[in-house]
């Protein structure tokens, strides 16, 4: 703590953070004593949500702000967002499962940020919990938990029964104690945009986390180049307030535009100052991207409407997964709030067959009346990996025919009759599939590839025949570029379209 009188001791934020199934979403119910949980294996959640609590340590009320960053890997973006907004973050591991590979991603994204993390054991309450194998799995990951190597504290609870949240909470603000976080009340706000959406009746709203300073009701704030008068504001309850401070989470409506998601945020007493701030800021966000009509793999360009930018981030990180070295998903449209007319309009005007897809938002009716004029779809998902599999399944149809070789059969050279000019007549043996009269061959002698050719010829005895089988003998004809040997292997290919 500073000399300053303004300048204090401030709650710490907490980044909760874990595999998908080990119980992130129920730990913090537990802790916000609610009985709504959302689950995370099907409709995951999508966005990150802000929470304060007060919880009673050493005879004081302090309260402490969670964040529920989402666990599946789609979310990779948002959940490392999510650990640089949080001062320490929570690594929640089953005892029934240990750690599974998404326990070591969040742990990598805590872990780039640099902030100090607690482990918490959660499902201590079931009957195959063990928290002891548990902790060795930790220890086998790198993990050194106190009392086991390490430093870095743990704490057993159930977020079932509650059994050592408690105790969990008392770690965090020991830990936040050490770290001495600090904030002055009398600067204005700063912080960390973590959420924005359109609201179709109220306009753009976007949540915060006020990092520095304090927010009062009359003031501007601009995050990236979005400016929003501070009139409309929400604590995380949804309630008005007039007036908040640091490591709170606060909700904004009235931005001019969508803010970022992970962009920072600065009050301003006057509008004058807050539209000089955004008239230097710049977006760091693209919003459209060109159709680049010399990349030789084939496009398959996409308009994407979704519910929140976070949703934007998780899609836009599956979508990278997708495509091959023939065809690349093309995002050349994307945005906050339902498909509109003009959704509609931009991919019509394509001369490519543009995908429109809704994300958990409705269509306009003028979009819907237009799409089904123009024979245009448009397809609607509210769960992520259903719209991965489905863009999965248009991409295996859409990728363009090939011809390439392909081998179908092998043999080798027994013996070395004679030659004219580069034409060889050989004998030899199918060793797998079958040569082919005609067909062309490659030439491979102790392993390397030495040559190529074609089979002008083929007997099987004194027979001209079109095709030798595997096992059979044979007497052939072959055009090469370089002379052949006893011991060689020829492998026998044709053109095929895949």
Not at 373 to 383: A, G, L, R, V
Not at 430 to 447: D, P, T
């Amino acid at each position: 703590m500073t000399d300053s009188t303004t300048n204090i001791l401030r709650s710490p934020v907490i980044a909760v953070m874990g595999h998908v199934d080990h119980g992130k979403s129920a730990l913090l119910d537990y802790i916000r004593s609610t009985n709504v949980v959302e689950l995370e294996a099907g409709g995951i959640t999508q966005h990150v949500s802000a929470y304060e609590v007060e919880h009673e340590h050493e005879g004081v009320i302090k309260k402490i702000t969670f964040l529920d960053t989402p666990g599946h890997e789609a979310f990779a973006k948002i959940r490392a967002r999510g650990a640089s907004v949080a001062d320490i973050a929570i690594l929640v591991v089953s005892a029934e499962e240990g750690v599974k590979p998404q326990t070591l991603d969040a742990l990598r994204a805590i872990q780039k940020t640099g902030i100090p993390y607690v482990v918490a054991i959660n499902k201590i309450d079931k009957p195959n919990a063990n928290p002891n194998t548990t902790k060795a799995s930790l220890i086998e990951n790198e993990i050194y938990i106190e009392g086991m190597g390490g430093d870095i504290p743990f704490n057993e609870v159930s977020a079932k029964t509650g059994e050592g949240v408690s105790e969990l909470l008392d770690t965090l603000l020991l830990v936040a104690e050490l770290e001495e976080l600090t904030g002055d009340t009398a600067i204005p706000a700063e912080g960390v945009v973590i959420e924005a959406h359109r609201d179709p009746k109220k306009g753009v709203a976007a949540t915060l986390i006020i990092k520095n300073g304090s927010l009062r009701s009359g003031e501007y704030i601009v995050a990236d180049n979005s400016l929003a008068p501070v009139r409309i504001f929400e604590n995380f309850e949804g309630k008005s307030i007039k007036e908040a401070s640091f490591s709170s989470p606060v909700r904004i409506i009235g931005f001019d535009s969508l803010p970022s998601v992970g962009s920072t945020f600065r009050a301003y007493q006057r509008k004058k100052d807050a539209e000089l701030a955004k008239g230097t800021a710049s977006s760091n966000r693209p919003v459209m991207t060109a159709l680049h009509e010399e990349d030789e793999r084939h496009l398959i360009p996409l308009i994407i409407k979704a519910d929140a930018t976070g949703t934007l981030e998780a899609i836009e990180h599956e979508l990278l997964k997708l495509g091959n070295e023939r065809i690349v998903i093309n995002t050349i449209l994307d945005g906050v709030g339902n498909v509109s007319e003009s959704d509609i309009q931009t991919a019509l005007a394509s001369t490519h067959d543009v995908l429109v897809v809704a994300f958990n938002v409705g269509i306009d009716a003028s979009a819907r009346d237009i799409a089904m004029q123009n024979e245009k779809e448009i397809h609607s998902f509210n769960i992520i990996y259903k719209l991965s599999e489905w863009l999965d399944e248009v991409i295996k149809s859409r990728i363009p025919k090939m011809e390439m070789e392909e081998q179908i059969g092998a043999a080798k050279i027994l013996m070395y009759f004679s030659s004219m000019k580069n034409k060889y007549v050989v004998g030899g043996k199918v060793k797998e599939g079958q040569v082919v009269k005609n067909r062309k061959v490659r030439i491979k002698r102790a392993n390397e590839l030495i040559g190529s050719g074609v089979i002008k010829e083929l007997q099987s005895g004194k027979q001209s025949v079109d095709t030798i089988n595997e096992g059979d003998e044979f007497g052939a004809q072959i055009e090469a570029d370089i002379a052949l040997e006893a011991g060689d292997i020829i492998e026998c290919l044709e053109m095929v379209v895949k």
